[in-house]
């Protein structure tokens, strides 16, 4: 018997081995994955009834999970949440999250709008957007980070009688990101071509903006359990909040924190680009004072074309060195 005939018997036997291997391995990756679904559906259903005890309706309608074998997919045709004890409602479109098999713990869903939604001091409200996407890193007990990535955003009121809605704001893209600092939670966002309709800004005309910012919420992590009620003993720190249209730019950092009465106090810094430019947009936005901020921009310009001053908030008046801003109402 020749040396090629001996192997020929192993390699045969390690190929079956090697089969039935895969074979084990695949009938236990197909268990797990019914099982998931199974217990996904379960738990759903579960966490609604639960909720409905309390009497809050919440559904994912039409709940489905597919993707077998190579991904974990989790869709409906739509969601909605209403709670008639806190006045609170909100529903959107089409819902669909994908996990695969090179990233289990990072899925990514897309959601339709329009997201409709009702809340104790503020009118309904009807947002839409051309593409939604967000991306989760899972981890315990709170994920490494909550992604969103949204295009052609546009808000609008949505009255429940017969009046005509008031379109509020649109957006050409924005980004954000959250996720645990320690006890905190930290933000950072950007967003382009945000237009502000002036009817839902008290007549106060702004021009397009650009921006992004990195905000830390003090003590965010123990909020997630029990969400505040109120903005009221709430406080942030700003790294940094960049705003900007054509050459005026503001670069705003400090902290703000809104006392027990919702009055606003903060001790922030301000940089300025092109200051005469910076001063029409802020004349526009605040014609009261539009004399006190032609006059004292002017005389800021005289520093040069990026000039840094103090932005003094103490209960909720607002002065730009010693330019009066006006004063800030009453946050709930």
Not at 197 to 211: S, T, W
């Amino acid at each position: 018997m020749t040396s090629s005939d001996e192997r020929s018997p192993k390699l045969r036997r390690r190929l079956f081995w090697l089969a039935a291997l895969l074979v084990v391995l695949f009938a236990a990756y197909s268990g797990g994955w019914f099982y998931l679904a199974d217990r996904l559906k379960t738990e759903a259903d579960q966490a609604v009834a639960k909720l409905g005890s309390k009497g809050i309706a919440a559904g994912c309608a039409n709940l489905a999970v597919s993707g077998y074998p190579m991904s974990f997919t989790v869709s409906c045709d739509n969601i909605a949440y209403e709670d008639d004890a806190r006045k609170v409602a909100a529903s959107t479109g089409s819902f669909n999250a994908v996990a695969g098999l090179t990233g289990p713990l990072s899925p990514v869903a897309d959601l339709r709008g329009p997201l409709r939604m009702m809340a104790p001091g503020m009118p309904p409200l009807w947002i839409d957007w051309d593409r939604l996407q967000a991306n989760v890193k899972v981890w315990w007990p709170l994920p490494r980070s909550v992604s969103v990535q949204a295009e052609g955003l546009n808000g609008q009121t949505d009255p429940q009688d017969d009046a005509d809605p008031m379109q509020l704001f649109s957006a050409g893209k924005a980004a954000g990101q959250l996720q645990p600092a320690g006890q905190d939670i930290n933000y950072v966002g950007s967003f382009g071509d945000l237009e502000i309709n002036a009817d839902a800004i008290d007549g106060r005309v702004l021009p397009a903006l650009d921006g992004s910012g990195d905000v830390t919420l003090k003590n965010g992590v123990a909020l997630i359990p029990a969400p505040p009620k109120s903005l009221r003993g709430q406080s942030i720190e700003i790294a940094k909040l960049d705003l900007s249209s054509g050459t005026a730019r503001i670069i705003v950092s400090g902290p703000v924190s809104v006392d027990a009465e919702g009055l606003v106090n903060g001790d922030l810094t301000i940089k300025l680009k092109d200051p005469k430019a910076v001063a029409s947009i802020l004349a526009g936005a605040i014609p009261e004072h539009k004399s006190e901020i032609e006059q004292g921009f002017a005389a800021l310009s005289m520093l040069g074309k990026e000039p840094s001053m103090p932005l003094k908030i103490v209960k909720g008046k607002a002065s730009l060195g010693f330019i009066p801003l006006g004063k800030i109402k009453p946050l709930e």
